[in-house]
């Protein structure tokens, strides 16, 4: 939503000394919405299982990840070239998109772990972990004497 409304505050600036950067924050502001709008839809209908990708939380965290640091980049550019109140308010709202997409790539390691991470354990359906055995075995019973 705030990438949104960071596109649409963009779309409102009628002149510009250096439009690249303008341009950038454009395409960065609404390549963030309309992906978002996407996974967002897919992933909250029957959709994403048609689609035959099976990795969802490594694709949701890989592409969270890089609108972030795209967004990033867009803001500090854009607010080094920006001269009117309209670009510094889509500037706020850049780096407070930025700030979101942060938080949810926080959230989504606290509560998923890393997914790329290949030495997990099984889970155990919360049950104890058993203790280790701290017998040897085979200790007396072979020795020939």
């Not at 309309?34 to 890989?62: E, Y």
């Not at 998923?112 to 085979?138: D, K, Q, S």
Request: charge should be neutral; include cysteine; glycine fraction near 4%.
């Amino acid at each position: 939503l705030l990438s949104l409304v960071a596109f649409i505050l963009e779309e409102a600036v009628t002149s510009c000394i250096s439009c690249t950067a303008l341009y950038f924050f454009e395409f960065v502001s609404c390549t963030a919405f309309l992906f978002t709008l996407l996974l967002l839809i897919l992933l909250s209908t029957n959709l994403h299982m048609r689609v035959g990708i099976s990795c969802w939380p490594k694709l949701d965290l890989g592409y969270t990840a890089v609108i972030t640091f795209l967004f990033l980049i867009a803001s500090i550019v854009f607010c080094a070239n920006s001269q009117s109140a309209v670009e510094r308010t889509a500037v706020a709202f850049g780096f407070l998109s930025t700030l979101a997409f942060a938080l949810d790539m926080g959230l989504f390691m606290k509560n998923n772990g890393f997914p790329w991470r290949t030495n997990r354990r099984p889970e155990t359906n919360g049950a104890a972990t058993p203790a280790a055995e701290t017998e040897r075995l085979n200790t007396g019973a072979n020795r020939t004497e």
